[in-house]
C-alpha cells in the first residue's frame, strides 16, 4: 500500500562473531569445504551478474542487487553485523515497525522479537518441522525431491525454527536442478505466500499451526554434498 514505509537491515555475515576469513577457516575445519565453495562462488557470480555489462542485456539481473532495488523502490537500507545489537535496535525501534520480516540466518533475541506489536515472521527455506536449521534446502536436496519447500512461521521465541507456522509451499524440482536453482525456487515461492501471511498478520487471523517434533540440522559436510550429487542433483548451474 502507498501508506506503508519499509525499511531493511542487511546482515552480510557467514558466521556471527566471525569475519570472512575466519568464517571460511571453521567451515573448512568442520569439514564444509565443498559447501563453502559452492556458496562463495554463487555469491561471485550473483553479484557479477547482478552489474554491468550484464544488466544491459538482461535488466532483470538487477532484482539480485539489493542496492538497486531499495534505490529503485527508494527504500531505506542499513548494513550490520548483528540485527540484534544495541545500536540495531535503536534503529529499528526509531522506525516504530508494526511488523518485523526476518529473512536471514542469525538467530534473534527477545528485545527484537518483542519490538513489534504485530511480531516477527521468518522466511525459511524448509518444510517445518522436518528441516530446521541451516541450509535446510541443501539438507532437503540430500534427501530426494519430495519435501522441498519454503516455510513462513512466528518467531516468538529465541529457539531457531519452532514458531507456528502460518504458510508453507513446496515445490517442484527437476532432476538435474543445481543449488543455486533450488535456492531461486524457494525464493519464488516465498515471494508468493508471504504477502499472504502478512495480510493474515495484519487482519489478526495468523495464529499458526503449533510445530511438533522435527529435526534440526547445521552447516552441510561433505557427505551431504555427495549425497545431493547421488540424488541427482548438480552443485552448480541453472
Known amino acids: 500500500r502507498s501508506t506503508d514505509t519499509f525499511s531493511i537491515f542487511e546482515t552480510d555475515f557467514l558466521i556471527k562473531g566471525k569475519g570472512t576469513a575466519a ?15 559452492v556458496r562463495s562462488l554463487e555469491s ?5 551478474l547482478s552489474r554491468p555489462p550484464f544488466v544491459w542485456v538482461n535488466p532483470h539481473l538487477r532484482a539480485c542487487n539489493l542496492d538497486w532495488v531499495c534505490r529503485h523502490h527508494q527504500l531505506e537500507a542499513w548494513k550490520t553485523d548483528d540485527v540484534c545489537s544495541g545500536r540495531s535496535l535503536a534503529r529499528i525501534r526509531s522506525f516504530r515497525p508494526d511488523l518485523i520480516i526476518s529473512l536471514t540466518g542469525q538467530r534473534l533475541r527477545q528485545p527484537l522479537i518483542d519490538l513489534a506489536p504485530r511480531g516477527v515472521l521468518n522466511v525459511h527455506f524448509g518444510i517445518l518441522p522436518d528441516y530446521r536449521g541451516i541450509a535446510p534446502y541443501v539438507w532437503a536436496m540430500s534427501h530426494g525431491m519430495g519435501n522441498i519447500g519454503t516455510s513462513i512461521h512466528r518467531i516468538d521465541s529465541e529457539r531457531m525454527d519452532t514458531g507456528p507456522v502460518l504458510m508453507e509451499r513446496r515445490v517442484d524440482v527437476a532432476a538435474g536442478c543445481s543449488i543455486g536453482g533450488v535456492f531461486t525456487l524457494c525464493a519464488q515461492a516465498a515471494a ?10 495484519e487482519a489478526g487471523e495468523a495464529q499458526g499451526r503449533p510445530q511438533g517434533k522435527g529435526s534440526y540440522y547445521r552447516w552441510p559436510k561433505a557427505s551431504t554434498m555427495r549425497s545431493i550429487h547421488r540424488q541427482g542433483f548438480k552443485w552448480f548451474g541453472a
Open 192 to 201: 508468493r505466500i508471504l504477502p499472504l501471511a502478512i495480510r493474515m498478520t
Open 44 to 48: 561471485i557470480a550473483i553479484s557479477l
Open 23 to 37: 568464517s571460511a577457516m571453521y567451515l573448512i575445519q568442520q569439514g564444509c569445504l565443498s559447501y563453502l565453495a
